[in-house]
């Protein structure tokens, strides 16, 4: 897995390449939003657009990352998950807990709201 960040509109979008399943890539990631600039937002949206497979230690990835921004006040909401991720998300009940965004416009319109 791949992955990019950008700090736009106060927001941090974080746009996944590949498949979120453990490794090195995901525990960086984690480390990123953990000790890297993006502490200075309460926001995330995070790209699944182009995420082909995930699995179960892909799920925790992205419900640590919510967690983290929950527990800081923030929000974290998911960009245009693959029908396969929608399913797993579905499966697992997960799309309870998650926001799922069409695309960026709304995934800022969203998390902008959220904390007003």
């Known amino acids: 897995m791949k992955y990019q960040t950008e ?3 106060d927001i941090l979008f974080i746009r996944l390449m590949g498949d979120l399943i453990a490794g090195t890539d995901t525990q960086r990631l984690i480390e990123d939003v953990d000790g890297g ?3 200075v937002s309460l926001l995330c ?4 657009s ?3 497979f995930m699995d179960s230690s892909g799920m925790g990835v992205l ?4 967690t983290k ?5 923030g929000e ?14 579905i499966v697992t009940k997960l799309n309870a807990i998650f926001t799922i965004a069409e695309n960026d416009d709304f995934a800022v319109q969203f998390l902008k709201e959220s904390i007003y």
């Open 50 to 52: 182009n995420v082909r």
């Open 63 to 66: 419900v640590s990352l919510l």
């Open 45 to 48: 949206a995070v790209d699944l």
């Open 37 to 39: 600039k993006p502490l």
């Open 76 to 89: 974290l909401v998911l960009i245009k998950p693959s029908d396969h991720i929608r399913k797993l998300l």
């Open 7 to 9: 700090l736009k509109d």
């Open 69 to 73: 921004f929950r527990n800081r006040g």
